[in-house]
């Protein structure tokens, strides 16, 4: 059975940082491109980053470019987030996807919600 389980999620002021992490079991993790995702309130989910197999390659969403960091480690099969400089619209359930390539997502985890205030 897969899981990917987030952690990290919570409150912060405006300016501040948090730090994500997605643990995940019962998969080849180095086989799977691993994502993040976000879904504020009333918008459409959002691709925020991605990281391909060996970690080499990340891409990000123009709103976080330069904001936020995504990271992988294989042998621990974890994929975090760094998220520094953080805005009220950065607020959102943040989820965790695995999948087979960068437009196919095969595994989600349940998410964890990111509140900023301003």
């Known amino acids: 059975q897969v899981r990917l389980v987030e952690s990290g999620g919570g409150l912060v002021q405006a300016g501040g940082s948090l730090r994500l992490s997605c643990a995940a079991s019962g998969l080849s993790f180095s086989s799977y491109v691993m994502g993040w995702f976000r879904r504020a309130p009333g918008k459409e989910r959002e691709n925020v980053a991605t990281?391909?197999?060996?970690?080499?390659?990340?891409s990000y969403a123009n709103p976080v470019k330069g904001r936020f960091t995504i990271s992988r480690d294989n042998a621990k099969k974890t994929v975090d987030l760094q998220m520094n400089s953080l805005k009220p619209e950065d607020a959102a359930v943040y989820y965790c996807?695995?999948?087979?390539?960068?437009?196919?997502?095969?595994?989600w985890g349940q998410g964890t919600q990111v509140t900023v205030s301003s």
């Open positions: 990281i391909l197999w060996s970690g080499i390659k990340t």
């Open positions: 996807a695995a999948g087979s390539t960068t437009n196919i997502w095969d595994y």
